[in-house]
């Protein structure tokens, strides 16, 4: 059974504060991608991940960095914590491997910027 | 680039009615479809896939490529179907997905 684990499921930051939010994977998967979840908007890709040290910019990276050292371990950085960055933060994993790859989701982390 | 257009932000039906939740896409090349669907309190998972040709909880998609359509259908919606669906595509060999902007279905009783 795929586990994506997120470290939190609530978060309040303040303005300006440097935010981690982790993702764990256990099934070996080559991908993982970050995305936020907004009302209206769907989900927009942030960064994603296809090997350890490697990454892409998605459709909305800018405010935020990645980081992964560890094929299990993804990790969503904002720099300098902005309130538009209220959001719904999802991780996914997924496995290289021919068409119609799957997505395995978290569970999220609500994050609020006061 | 791709696009996901999801029409409806909102759809409500009875109960025994059909619904068809529409999704249409640009793409140039030959793309992947899905439907993503979030129960209340679970996490994000995959409905279906059109490459599976599969019906899942009653659920199917047929990918339509001269109308760039992918609809989910069922022919008798219940009220637990009552949750968000979305939509997305993957460029074929390019693992990332782009997602429509969802759409709530409320099945009524």
């Known amino acids: 059974d795929v586990k994506v684990t997120q470290s939190s499921r609530y978060l309040v930051k303040r303005t300006g504060e440097k935010v981690f939010l982790e993702c764990v994977q256990d099934m070996d998967h080559e991908n993982m991608f970050w995305y936020r979840q907004d009302p209206g908007l769907g989900l927009r890709l942030i960064y994603f991940?296809?090997?350890?040290?490697?990454?892409e910019k998605g459709d909305i990276p800018e405010g935020y960095s990645v980081s992964r050292e560890k094929k299990e371990r993804f990790s969503l950085i904002l720099e300098s914590a902005s309130t538009n960055q209220t959001s719904m933060y999802l991780c996914a994993s997924s496995l290289v491997a021919g068409w119609a790859y799957e997505q395995y989701f978290g569970p999220g982390t609500r994050l609020t910027v006061t | 680039a791709q696009r996901v257009t999801q029409p409806e932000k909102l759809l409500s039906v009875f109960k025994g009615a059909p619904v068809e939740l529409k999704c249409n896409y640009s793409y140039s090349g030959s793309p992947e479809l899905f439907w993503y669907v979030q129960y209340s309190r679970q996490r994000l998972q995959l409905l279906l896939r059109h490459i599976s040709r599969e019906s899942i909880k009653g659920f199917t998609a047929d990918l339509n490529k001269g109308e760039t359509s992918f609809h989910l259908k069922k022919p008798f919606a219940q009220e637990e179907d009552s949750t968000m669906y979305y939509c997305?595509?993957?460029?074929?060999?390019?693992?990332?997905?782009?997602f429509g902007k969802g759409t709530l279905l409320t099945v009524n009783p």
């Open positions: 991940s296809y090997d350890v040290k490697m990454k």
């Open positions: 997305a595509l993957s460029q074929g060999s390019n693992y990332k997905l782009t």
